[in-house]
């Protein structure tokens, strides 16, 4: 190491620590007992291997949290993570990601899930969808609940590719990254499994692995962990299923969406706007959008309806929505209306993206959209292909019925379909059998798949 501390570095963090608390060197000195001297050579980071006595003295009297002492503890050179967090290890230096914006209805999925994370028996849950469903934001509602209520510590680790790596656990430099590199390294079948488990032993935790694509299976070190921690839970977010025995499988849909309206208005007064907002969280949420993105708007029944019509044609996808909202700084409402139910993908990443299609880092909507009907296996790809041709609310045995295949087979495929998120189930019941749509998002895009197949079957076949 040079003698610049790095940001991360014992000196730089105890001058910080010192600055926050408001107090000078010989302050500190007084209230902790250390001389003043000493603090001026940790803090100009000439001694890099204080004695753990002296940093307790010094955290002591900054009154420094359990997590803020544990980093300090861990920026010193060669200190020993596992050791450190085994003390330091708790509700505190473990808590979730916190929610930039409120979460929209999702009442009913967030109790199941919460539900199913307070059952002793379920220690391994996947919530399964479409990209920007809102799987993570429903994962990070349940954690922020469980951490509030029972103070159970929540490790929370970013699988997706755009994460910023953390060092191993030998060059890491905080707490919560020492633990979340660990996570990572485990759940991608590296090491990790001695320091987590000496960790975590018997605490009630929970370990989030967010964004968790690498299917198809769990690998053996996190089957190990659950193994070894038996208060130990597991909340997967995937867009692709887990096959793993005991793995809980959650299919998140979008946000329920208004039924189609049954033709226009005659004077708007028997559907004012607000009756299309009342209950239905896709339009809440558009509306939210359109008012950050055009304040200008005024929020009087026509733009409601418009803006139901809209996230209606945008299948309630709530990152979907919101880069919708953002093209209205070049398109009116009624345009954009008009690009959403004809040509979905045109409006889905939003405006800024530009050529790239990427959309804030990471790949756009459009592009996961595509590679998520591309993943498809062609038996699942062909029905998609022809049920996107149906109006919505076909029932499994009507499309059986209709594409001449056994009813068994279209709902084995239609399920695959569903956990995907490809296909919904829409609210109520014809006839006593549950009704489906495929969504408008990818009605194109099964079309052009399912046609891509018909010459690979007629080369096989000929
Ligand atoms: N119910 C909701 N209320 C408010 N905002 C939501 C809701 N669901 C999702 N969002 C927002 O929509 C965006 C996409 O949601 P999120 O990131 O949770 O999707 P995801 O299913 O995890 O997608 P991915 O598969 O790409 O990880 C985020 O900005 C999120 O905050
Ligand atoms: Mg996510």
Known sequence: MTEQASPDGLAEQLRAARQWAGITQEQLAGLSTVSVRAIRDLEQGRVRHPRRETLRLLAGAMRLSDARRAALELAVEGAEAGTVMREAYGAELAPPPKPLRRLVGRAEE?????????????????????????????????????????????????????????AGPAGTRSPRSALTGWARSLALGGRGLDELASVIRGRATLLVLDGHDTGPHLTPPLLELLHVCERLKVLITTR???RTPGNRMLPLGPLPVPDPEPAEFPGGAEAPGASLTAGQPAVELMLSYVGHMRPDLMPGDSLVRTVARISRALDGVP??????????????????????????????????????????????????????????????????????????GWSADQAAAGLSATPAAVVRDVHALMLRGLVRRLPGEEDGAPRFGVLNLVRQLAAERAASLVPATAFVSS
């Open 110 to 166: 967030l109790r199941v899930l919460t539900g199913l994370l307070a059952t002793e028996h379920e220690r391994l849950l996947s919530v399964v969808g479409l990209a920007g469903v809102g799987k993570t934001r429903l994962a990070q509602e349940a954690a922020l609940l469980l951490h509030g209520r029972d103070r159970t510590p929540v490790v929370w680790v970013d699988m997706t590719g755009t994460a910023p790596q953390t």
């Open 240 to 242: 692709e299923p887990h």
């Open 319 to 392: 990152r979907a929505m919101e880069a919708a909202a953002s093209w209205l700084l070049l398109r009116s409402p009624a345009e954009l209306l008009r690009i959403a139910h004809t040509t979905p993908l045109d409006v889905v990443d939003d405006v800024t993206a530009g050529d790239t299609g990427v959309d804030g880092g990471g790949e756009g909507l459009a592009a996961l959209l595509a590679a998520a009907v591309a993943r498809l296996d062609d038996g699942p790809a062909a029905l998609l292909g022809d049920l996107s041709l149906l109006p919505d």
